[in-house]
């Protein structure tokens, strides 16, 4: 049996594990995927203390392992199938194996929200719904999209610029929703290009993206663009990672915790972009893995 055992590898669940150890716990994070969560895929980090000079994903998600595992987390790459939450031992059950803990800290975070429009599916790794980290430099050269206009969305945008011909960023609103660190550097970029007020409507082609069909949300007319080899990066927010918790309340499809992000199971946390909160960044997550794993050491 584990003292705590963390669900998602990402800053609020390797700051938990980090501070679980650090109290004389026995900790097991479980993580689906690779390190790091959502972002461990941006092409940069930006705005956290202490990061180095050029930081991205990669290396963040990278260091933040390394700092896990000297301290003596176990990670395992596992998915989790069902968790049990009452009562004093609570069980996780993943795709390899069962566990039982005394604590639980739920961590696994956001996934990025899809469209749902014609030919998403379809062309999905075929120039639709790429990632800028991963496939950014496929498209040197290239016409890009940015589907989005919030803080993630330019910061990718202002990644991709670097390397592509042009970048059109498609925002729905009058304006972007970045922050003005952000706004400013897109003014000064000459290859990005702003399509507000507009929504991608369709996307079209065989194995590649071919088309694209833009709604106007001034008037609803449908502009087509052929594009032949565009590449279309979807940034237009995300879900929580909540389907498996059933025992629990949500609001909004997010978990609801007290000060020390206790759900109102005893016993069981959630920190980090799958909680309710006003503020989703690495910095907000890395508090509370670290304010739950202080609470489950000592409660």
Same mark, same amino acid.
């Not at 609020?12 to 895929?41: C, D, N």
């Given at each position: 049996?584990?003292?705590?055992?963390?669900?998602?590898?990402?800053?609020?669940?390797?700051?938990?594990?980090? =501070?679980?150890? *650090?109290?004389?716990?026995?900790?097991?994070?479980?993580?689906?995927?690779?390190?790091?969560?959502?972002?461990?895929?941006?092409?940069?980090?930006?705005?956290?203390?202490?990061?180095? &000079?050029?930081?991205?994903?990669? *290396?963040?998600? %990278?260091?933040?392992?390394?700092?896990?595992?000297?301290?003596?987390?176990?990670?395992?790459?596992?998915?989790?199938?069902?968790?049990?939450?009452?009562?004093?031992?609570?069980?996780?059950? +993943?795709?390899?194996?069962?566990?039982?803990?005394?604590?639980?800290?739920?961590?696994?975070?956001?996934?990025?929200?899809?469209?749902?429009? &014609?030919?998403?599916?379809?062309?999905?790794?075929?120039?639709?719904?790429?990632?800028?980290?991963?496939?950014? !430099?496929?498209?040197?050269?290239?016409?890009?999209?940015?589907?989005?206009? !919030?803080?993630?969305?330019?910061?990718?945008?202002?990644?991709?610029? *670097?390397?592509?011909?042009?970048?059109?960023?498609?925002?729905?609103? &009058?304006?972007?929703?970045?922050?003005?660190?952000?706004?400013?550097?897109?003014?000064?970029?000459?290859?990005?290009?702003?399509?507000?007020?507009?929504?991608?409507? %369709?996307?079209?082609?065989?194995?590649?993206?071919?088309?694209? @069909?833009?709604?106007?949300?001034?008037?609803? *007319?449908?502009? +087509?663009?052929? @594009?032949?080899?565009? /590449?279309?990066?979807?940034?237009?927010?995300?879900? &929580?990672?909540?389907?498996? =918790?059933?025992?629990?309340?949500?609001?909004?499809?997010?978990?609801?915790?007290?000060?020390?992000?206790?759900?109102?199971?005893?016993?069981? =946390?959630?920190?980090? @972009?799958?909680?309710?909160?006003?503020?989703?960044?690495? %910095? +907000?997550?890395?508090?509370?893995? !670290?304010?739950?794993?202080?609470?489950?050491?000592? /409660?």
């Amino acid at each position: 049996m584990y003292d705590i055992i963390v669900v998602g590898a990402g800053p609020a669940g390797i700051s938990a594990g980090i =501070y679980g150890v *650090s109290r004389g716990k026995k900790v097991l994070i479980l993580e689906k995927g690779e390190v790091g969560g959502l972002i461990g895929k941006v092409s940069t980090v930006t705005h956290y203390a202490g990061i180095i &000079p050029g930081e991205t994903g990669v *290396s963040f998600a %990278a260091r933040m392992r390394e700092q896990a595992e000297s301290a003596g987390v176990e990670i395992r790459q596992e998915t989790v199938e069902q968790v049990q939450m009452q009562g004093d031992v609570k069980t996780v059950v +993943t795709d390899q194996g069962q566990y039982t803990c005394k604590k639980l800290i739920l961590a696994n975070g956001t996934t990025g929200r899809k469209l749902g429009i &014609p030919g998403e599916m379809e062309l999905a790794g075929k120039g639709m719904g790429m990632n800028a980290a991963k496939h950014g !430099a496929n498209y040197a050269g290239k016409h890009v999209y940015v589907v989005g206009g !919030a803080d993630g969305a330019v910061k990718e945008a202002l990644y991709l610029a *670097s390397l592509a011909e042009k970048v059109t960023i498609i925002h729905f609103e &009058p304006q972007l929703g970045c922050i003005a660190e952000f706004r400013d550097k897109v003014k000064k970029t000459r290859n990005i290009q702003l399509m507000l007020n507009t929504r991608l409507h %369709a996307v079209r082609g065989e194995n590649q993206v071919e088309q694209l @069909d833009l709604r106007s949300e001034v008037d609803g *007319s449908i502009t +087509t663009v052929d @594009d032949p080899g565009c /590449g279309i990066f979807v940034y237009a927010g995300t879900v &929580p990672n909540t389907q498996l =918790y059933t025992e629990l309340e949500l609001q909004d499809g997010y978990i609801p915790v007290n000060d020390w992000m206790e759900t109102r199971i005893p016993g069981v =946390y959630a920190v980090g @972009d799958i909680r309710v909160k006003q503020v989703r960044q690495v %910095a +907000t997550a890395v508090a509370d893995g !670290a304010t739950a794993a202080v609470h489950a050491c000592i /409660g």
